[in-house]
Nanobody
Framework: QVRLVESGGGLVQPGGSLRLSCAASGIIFRISAMGWYRQAPGKERELVAS???????NYADSVKDRFTISRDNANDTVYLQMNSLKPEDTAVYFCNAQMFNEYWGQGTQVTVSS
């Protein structure tokens, strides 16, 4: 059974930082493409960042130069370092894995507010 468990969300002030983690099990992590998506109230889910099995990364324009995605194949974990957070980054953040099929985590809330 595939499980993706996100952690690290919370409330942070504008300009602050958070680091999200996604621990994967039930997949061959090292060959899986991993990604972070987010969904704000009333909006569609959107790609934030992705990383291939080879380590190539892709970012949404809105988060370039502020967010960094990385992976630890030894611990089957993908991270999203979020710096210079803005109120418009407020959303539920979901971990995504692609290995023959697509899998989702349950999401973690990130709220950026003063």
């Amino acid at each position: 059974q595939v499980r993706l468990v996100e952690s690290g969300g919370g409330l942070v002030q504008p300009g602050g930082s958070l680091r999200l983690s996604c621990a994967a099990s039930g997949i061959i992590f090292r060959i899986s493409a991993m990604g972070w998506y987010r969904q704000a109230p009333g909006k569609e889910r959107e790609l934030v960042a992705s990383i291939t099995s080879g380590g190539s990364t892709n970012y949404a324009d809105s988060v370039k130069d502020r967010f960094t995605i990385s992976r630890d194949n030894a611990n089957d974990t993908v991270y999203l370092q979020m710096n210079s957070l803005k109120p418009e980054d407020t959303a539920v953040y979901f971990c995504n894995a692609q290995m023959f099929n697509e899998y989702w985590g349950q999401g973690t809330q990130v709220t950026v507010s003063s």
